[in-house]
């Protein structure tokens, strides 16, 4: 059975750091493109950053490009998100990915979610 477990979140200050960690098992990590999404209270799921199956590719979303970074660690199966000055509309439940097709869809594996909030 495939699993994806995250680690890290929580309550940090505007300008602050956290660091994001998600596990997997029960598949063959490197075969997978990873990413995160988030989805914030009111809003839709949006998409955060990827890394290509061997980390030579990052993608971001505009609104975190320059502060935030995505890393993985295929052996060790890990996919983390580096958050750095934070601000409040960062706040909402981060979710990591692993991308079963080209692009993402419904079929991919996610994890379950935890949640950052900044304050001001």
């Known amino acids: 059975q495939v699993q994806l477990v995250q680690s890290g979140g929580g309550l940090v200050q505007a300008g602050g750091s956290l660091r994001l960690s998600c596990a997997a098992s029960?598949?063959?990590?490197?075969?997978?493109?990873m990413g995160w999404f988030r989805q914030a209270p009111g809003k839709e799921r949006e998409f955060v950053a990827a890394?290509?199956?061997?980390?030579?590719?990052?993608t971001y979303a505009d609104s975190v490009k320059g502060r935030f970074s995505i890393s993985r660690d295929n052996a060790k199966k890990l996919v983390s998100l580096s958050m750095n000055s934070l601000k409040p509309e960062d706040t909402a439940v981060y979710y990591c990915?692993?991308?079963?097709?080209?692009?993402?869809?419904?079929?991919?594996?996610w994890g379950q979610g935890t949640q950052v909030t900044v304050s001001t």
């Open positions: 990915a692993a991308r079963v097709r080209g692009t993402w869809s419904e079929d991919d594996y």
């Open positions: 029960g598949l063959t990590f490197s075969s997978y493109a």
């Open positions: 890394v290509s199956w061997l980390g030579s590719i990052q």
